[in-house]
């Protein structure tokens, strides 16, 4: 299909961009969030968004890191690099501490 032809095949579209957050090197990331919809205007969830949302990746993150030691009041010194311009949040010494604490009471009943 040449460049600029619209596609009578095309079962959806862009539909702007949204502020959103996924999860990456064991912090939450601000994103802009493409959004999509079908030919006939009904919003669809994007896949990979979805997955990167799960709040498990944060949890399953700090508690590897505890496991081999960090504490959360340094929790922050043990995250992967993903570059000085980008926008994070989660992991402060609270956030990291109520993550693990719910993760205990959740393995204790």
Request: glycine share 10%; no cysteine.
């Amino acid at each position: 299909m040449a460049k600029g032809k619209h596609n009578p095949e095309r079962k959806a579209v862009r539909h702007g961009t949204e502020k959103g957050s996924v999860t990456l090197g064991g912090r939450r990331v601000a994103v802009e969030k493409i959004r999509v919809r079908s030919v006939d205007g009904v919003e669809i969830p994007l896949e990979t968004y979805q997955a990167l949302q799960d709040p498990e990746l944060l949890t399953r993150a700090a508690l590897e890191r505890m496991i081999h030691g960090l504490s959360t009041r340094n929790y922050a010194y043990g995250l992967e690099p993903v570059g000085d311009d980008v926008e994070s949040f989660g992991t402060s010494n609270s956030t990291v501490s109520r993550r693990f604490i719910a993760v205990r009471q959740l393995k204790s009943t």
